[in-house]
């Protein structure tokens, strides 16, 4: 082989190992950087599609230091929608403060892995700002900020204890930035059986 053979093998080998470890310092690179693997909760409330009988007690005037609490019993329908992506909450109870209607209109966001929960009153006839937030090790938890009696508010809504035939949920204010947070609803659901 010539010198110049020589020269040009010589020549590829060190573009092909260039190119090799160029190559790997890229992969790495990208591993490095990507974002922690997220888990798909698109079906998270698949446990609660159905109709439950719902007891709950809310606080009639949060954040005032009153302690005076209504109780209501009433019925929630779930209905799935987008094939679980998407959820209609009706609720409709009567208690010692009169009569709630409230619909909830959860959605699921595939490119954040989490879901929005939207609420309406009757009363109101509008959509409040929603919590957002997501499902871990069984228990969701989600948050959002909202103006109260002229203050900005953090509102947390956390569904717990679920079970196949029974949930638990609260919803909770903190007007200190999440420092303390003081409960304002407290509902447990049981399944209604059918058949």
Same mark, same amino acid.
């Not at 079906?43 to 609490?69: N, Q, V, Y």
């Not at 609720?91 to 010692?96: F, P, T, V």
């Given at each position: 082989?010539?010198?110049?053979?020589?020269?040009?093998?010589?020549?590829?080998?060190?573009?092909?190992?260039?190119?090799?470890?160029?190559?790997?310092?890229?992969?790495?690179?990208?591993?490095?950087?990507?974002? =922690?693997?997220?888990?798909?909760? +698109?079906?998270? &409330?698949? &446990?609660?599609?159905?109709?439950?009988?719902?007891? *709950?007690?809310? !606080? *009639?005037? =949060? !954040?005032?230091?009153?302690? +005076? #609490?209504?109780?209501?019993?009433?019925?929630?329908?779930?209905?799935?929608? #987008?094939?679980?992506?998407?959820?209609?909450?009706?609720?409709?109870?009567?208690?010692?403060?009169?009569?709630?209607?409230?619909?909830? !209109?959860?959605?699921?966001? =595939?490119?954040?892995?989490?879901?929005?929960?939207?609420? +309406?009153?009757?009363?109101?006839?509008?959509?409040?700002?929603?919590?957002?937030?997501?499902?871990?090790?069984?228990?969701?938890?989600?948050?959002?900020?909202?103006?109260?009696?002229?203050?900005?508010? !953090?509102?947390?809504?956390?569904?717990?204890?679920?079970?196949?035939?029974?949930?638990?949920?609260?919803?909770?204010?903190?007007?200190?930035?999440?420092?303390?947070?003081?409960?304002? #609803?407290?509902?447990?659901?049981?399944?209604?059986?059918?058949?």
């Amino acid at each position: 082989m010539t010198t110049y053979g020589k020269m040009a093998l010589l020549g590829i080998a060190c573009i092909a190992s260039l190119a090799l470890c160029t190559g790997r310092a890229s992969a790495q690179a990208t591993d490095a950087h990507a974002g =922690p693997s997220y888990r798909d909760g +698109a079906h998270d &409330f698949d &446990f609660e599609i159905g109709t439950w009988k719902t007891h *709950l007690t809310r !606080l *009639l005037h =949060p !954040l005032s230091g009153s302690h +005076a #609490w209504a109780t209501y019993d009433g019925t929630t329908v779930v209905r799935k929608v #987008w094939d679980g992506r998407a959820n209609l909450v009706e609720l409709e109870a009567d208690g010692q403060a009169g009569h709630l209607e409230l619909l909830s !209109l959860r959605l699921y966001n =595939p490119d954040a892995h989490q879901w929005s929960l939207n609420v +309406a009153s009757s009363r109101g006839g509008s959509l409040g700002v929603p919590t957002i937030g997501e499902f871990k090790n069984g228990r969701g938890e989600f948050i959002d900020q909202e103006t109260f009696n002229g203050r900005a508010i !953090l509102v947390r809504f956390v569904i717990s204890d679920i079970k196949p035939d029974s949930c638990h949920f609260e919803q909770a204010f903190s007007d200190d930035g999440g420092k303390t947070w003081e409960v304002n #609803w407290i509902a447990t659901d049981v399944r209604v059986k059918t058949g």
